[in-house]
C-alpha cells in the first residue's frame, strides 16, 4: 500500500505545475474521459500491438515531458528482454514504469486511442519505433456504436495537431 501512495503522490506533484496552463482542449479532455468512463458498456485488459495505439494528447509540457524521457531510459534498458519476449505485461509495465492507472484506451476506426498511459505508450513507441509485433497490455474501454465520444475524441486530436 506504501508504494502505491508514494506513486500517487509522486503523479500529483507532477500535475499541479501544469494546473497553471490548462486551456480549452485540457478542460474538453477532461470531459472526454469522464465521459469515457461513464458511458463505456464494458472494458477488458487485453494485449494490443503498440503500434496500434494513439495518444489522446501531446506531452508538451514540462513534467509530462520529463516523464517520459525518464521511461525512454528505462525501456531502453530492457529493450532486449522485451522484445525477446514480444509483449510487455501489465506486471512488467508497473515494475519498468509504475503508474497509478493502467493504459487505459478505447477502439476508434483501426486503432486505440490511450486516455490514460499516454506518456508510457509514448515512451514505449519511441523506443520499439521498429519492432511492429511488440504487444502490450492494455485496458480497452467499449464504447456504443452510437457514441458522440468517438467523434469528439477524433476531434480533440485534430485541435492538438495528431490527426
Do not use: C
Amino acid at each position: 500500500m506504501l508504494n502505491w501512495s508514494k506513486i500517487f503522490l509522486e503523479w500529483l506533484v507532477n500535475k499541479i505545475p501544469e494546473g497553471t496552463r490548462l486551456g480549452k482542449n485540457d478542460v474538453l479532455l477532461a470531459n472526454i474521459v469522464l465521459r469515457v468512463n461513464r458511458e463505456a458498456t464494458s472494458k477488458g485488459l487485453r494485449p494490443v500491438l503498440l503500434s496500434a495505439i494513439k495518444q489522446i494528447h501531446p506531452l508538451d509540457r514540462g513534467p509530462a515531458a520529463k516523464k517520459m524521457r525518464e521511461r525512454v531510459e528505462i525501456f531502453r534498458k530492457h529493450k532486449e528482454e522485451i522484445v525477446r519476449d514480444g509483449h510487455i505485461s501489465t506486471q512488467k509495465l508497473n515494475e519498468f514504469a509504475p503508474s497509478i492507472t493502467l493504459i487505459r484506451t478505447v477502439f476508434y476506426q483501426d486503432y486505440f486511442v490511450a486516455f490514460e498511459g499516454n506518456s508510457r505508450v509514448a515512451a514505449l513507441q519511441e523506443v520499439f519505433e521498429g519492432e511492429r509485433d511488440i504487444t502490450v497490455d492494455v485496458e480497452v474501454l467499449t464504447l456504443p456504436k452510437d457514441s458522440p465520444m468517438l467523434k469528439d475524441i477524433s476531434q480533440l486530436r485534430k485541435r492538438y495537431g495528431l490527426e
